[in-house]
């Protein structure tokens, strides 16, 4: 049974607004959700004929910082039964979610 996900706003990440200006700059369409809240993903990108959704995490913070919260886990359980969401601490990873770039994803 689909597990009811409370509304909770979120502020936007200090880089999102890097990462959106590098998508936009690749030539995608972005879409900000960050505020539909309830662990929605921030962004719905659209990039050579598919979608993709991006939850933006500061990589400027430690680790413990760039945790999904609860809300993000449970949104993120529920719907990438069906398709992925990326989680993308700087515009590298954005860049390569999209696949815009190819990126070797580095240790944490």
């Given amino acids: 049974m689909p597990r009811k996900l409370a509304y909770q706003p979120k502020r936007a990440d200090a880089n999102q607004p890097r990462v ?5 700059a690749a030539g995608a369409k972005v879409c900000h ?23 933006v995490k500061d990589g400027a913070k430690p680790p ?3 945790r999904l919260t609860p809300a993000e886990e449970a949104w993120h359980e ?8 990326y989680v993308c ?4 990873e954005a860049l390569a979610a999209i696949g815009a770039v190819e990126y070797d994803a580095r240790p944490e």
Avoid: K, M, T
Avoid at 20 to 24: K, M, S
Avoid at 37 to 55: H, K, N, Q, S
Avoid at 89 to 92: F, G, I, L, S
């Fill in 64 to 66: 413990s910082e760039r």
């Fill in 89 to 92: 601490n700087d515009v590298d």
């Fill in 20 to 24: 959106v200006a590098a998508l936009r």
């Fill in 33 to 55: 959700l960050h505020a539909v809240g309830g662990g929605c993903p921030d962004l719905l990108v659209a990039f050579r004929g598919r979608w993709v959704l991006i939850e």
């Fill in 78 to 85: 529920e719907f990438s039964q069906h398709a992925p969401v």
